[in-house]
């Protein structure tokens, strides 16, 4: 248990529809990363927070967008959802801003757009 | 465009012998390099991590190797053990970011 969660864990929706995906970090950690992995690829950064800030883009779409509360947990919307969207997004969490060393990932949440 | 590559989709290896995977990346301005290990239905979890300044990192039966000249990272397992069969990932930091680029993949299986 790497101390992030995320919820839900399976999440059925149609295109079209808009969908928020929840990530708590673990204890302590100030930055969170969202990936998203579609099937057989790797996992694509989409954005970091760190402590409540934007602080990193990756090839995240317009149709996404992201947040980190002053509790630190994290969301992802995701909107105008196409059956492309349908992957696993993971959420991970780490101490500093840096990004180096190890980040903790969640179980991630498997999205399928119908 | 990938900038990290593995090359190997699947490996399969004896438990008792090394297992080594490979990758590859096409951009020289990373500076950090890790191996992430992911079972079926979990988040990757973090195995072991290599800097730019460094060409050998080892933790127990794991080393990771980086040659720069070759842009060529490759992590060992020995000896490998049924335990370790999962999918592994490399990933490297972007110089001066915060952003990680994942390869694809290689799922391992450690046959007994």
């Known amino acids: 248990d790497s101390g992030v969660t995320q919820t839900p864990k399976h999440l059925i929706t149609a295109t079209g529809q808009r969908v928020t995906l929840r990530c708590s970090p673990r204890?302590?950690?100030?930055?969170v990363y969202w990936y998203q992995q579609s099937l057989d690829q790797g996992l694509q950064f989409l954005i970091q927070?760190?402590?409540?800030?934007?602080?990193a883009k990756g090839n995240i779409l317009e149709r996404f967008s992201a947040q980190q509360f002053p509790d630190l947990h994290s969301e992802l919307n995701l909107s105008s959802l196409e059956l492309g969207d349908s992957a696993l997004y993971f959420c991970?969490?780490?101490?500093?801003?840096?990004?180096?060393?190890?980040?903790?990932f969640g179980p991630g949440t498997r999205l399928t757009v119908l | 465009d990938q900038q990290v590559k593995q090359n190997s989709p699947s490996l399969s290896v004896q438990e008792g012998r090394i297992s080594i995977l490979n990758c590859d990346y096409t951009?020289?301005?990373?500076?950090?390099f890790l191996w992430y290990k992911k079972y079926p239905a979990e988040g990757p979890t973090f195995l072991i991590s290599?800097?730019?300044?460094?060409d050998k990192n080892e933790d127990g039966r794991f080393t990771v190797f980086l040659n720069k000249s070759a842009k060529h990272l490759s992590l060992h397992i020995v000896p490998s053990q049924p335990g370790d069969s999962a999918v592994y990932f490399c990933?490297?930091?972007?110089?001066?970011?915060?952003?990680?680029?994942f390869g694809t993949g290689t799922r391992l299986k450690v046959l007994a």
């Open positions: 991970a969490s780490s101490p500093g801003t840096s990004g180096v060393g190890e980040q903790f």
């Open positions: 204890s302590g950690d100030l930055s």
């Open positions: 927070y760190y402590n409540g800030e934007e602080r």
């Open positions: 951009n020289s301005m990373f500076d950090y």
């Open positions: 290599i800097s730019s300044i460094k």
């Open positions: 990933a490297a930091r972007g110089i001066g970011t915060y952003k990680y680029i």
